[in-house]
């Protein structure tokens, strides 16, 4: 999971928006969704293992240490801050958004004193504003559930391929067809054994071309003229399709 978040870091570092400026189309379409959610401007609060945060979506919370912080570290006797809003980056995509805070308190002798930053990933859960804290060492990474982030992953996953629904109508209609046709060839016609099965002669004539096909083509010596080649009129193969596809 940290693995994840620090390719998508990598990757989207360079896009410079921020909870404020509406620069580019992608961060603001994360921020209209926050905005939808009613989880934008406000503050949570979540405990990790050895501290408690309080946690500002694009908002200073309460009892900030300097104007501008975006998410403050509690710890027994201190506080850091872990991201300003002003250096904020929000990317997402349709079923998740990622919320960075740089420029935090600076680490003394650890994490290479780089300054603190902190990230929040939205993702689908079941219940909207339940952060879970994933990771609380130089990154810190929080995880935000919203509700409304599984509807469209649900979508998704609910929605056919053009290419299955289309097999699907036509094994209906095959099926329709064949059933349909038992029972008229043995009810109407009084057909019975083989000759139940409809059209069997267009069949029979059909089986009869594509063996036809097979030993033309497997069987083909390599000097006869290609005749039945599919873009030549004359062959063959193809002269029969159209009783074929005549009901
Ligand atoms: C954010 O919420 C605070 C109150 O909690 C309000 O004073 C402020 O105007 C809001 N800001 C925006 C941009 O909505
Ligand atoms: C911050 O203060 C506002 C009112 O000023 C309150 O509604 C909100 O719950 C507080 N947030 C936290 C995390 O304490
Ligand atoms: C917090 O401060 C008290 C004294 O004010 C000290 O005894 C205690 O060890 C400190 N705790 C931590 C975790 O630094
Ligand atoms: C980072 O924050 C410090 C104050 O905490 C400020 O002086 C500095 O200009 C900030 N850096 C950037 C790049 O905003
Ligand atoms: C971090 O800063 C301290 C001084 O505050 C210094 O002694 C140490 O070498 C620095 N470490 C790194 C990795 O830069
Ligand atoms: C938040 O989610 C965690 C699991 O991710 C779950 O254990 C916890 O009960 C949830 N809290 C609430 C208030 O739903």
């Given at each position: ?38 989880i ?15 946690i ?23 506080s ?15 079923n ?21 930053s ?52 036509i ?26 099965i ?8 059909l089986?009869?071309?594509?063996a ?17 080649y599919i ?11 159209d ?5």
């Amino acid at each position: 999971m940290n693995r994840i978040i620090l390719i998508l870091l990598i990757c989207c570092g360079s896009i410079n928006a921020n909870c404020n400026s509406p620069s580019d189309d992608e961060s603001k379409i994360a921020r209209e969704k926050l905005i939808k959610w009613k989880i934008y401007n406000k503050t949570y609060q979540v405990k990790g293992k050895t501290s408690t945060y309080e946690i500002g979506i694009c908002s200073t919370p309460n009892n900030s240490i300097n104007n501008g912080d975006a998410i403050i570290q509690k710890l027994t006797n201190s506080s850091s801050s872990l991201g300003q809003l002003s250096q904020s980056n929000l990317v997402g995509e349709d079923n998740w958004i990622l919320l960075t805070y740089e420029n935090g308190s600076r680490f003394h002798n650890q994490c290479e004193n780089k300054t603190r930053s902190a990230s929040i990933l939205f993702i689908c859960g079941k219940k909207t504003g339940n952060i879970t804290v994933i990771q609380e060492s130089c990154n810190y990474v929080f995880q935000f559930q919203v509700a409304e982030l599984c509807t469209s992953v649900v979508q998704v996953k609910n929605k056919m391929s053009g290419g299955a629904i289309f097999i699907i109508i036509i094994l209906c209609l095959a099926s329709a067809y064949l059933i349909g046709g038992f029972f008229y060839m043995r009810i109407q016609r009084g057909a019975r054994g083989i000759d139940q099965i409809p059209n069997l002669d267009m069949w029979r004539k059909l089986g009869n071309l594509a063996a036809d096909g097979c030993n033309f083509c497997c069987r083909c010596k390599t000097d006869a003229a290609r005749s039945g080649y599919i873009f030549d009129d004359s062959g063959p193969d193809l002269r029969g399709d159209d009783d074929i596809l005549a009901p």
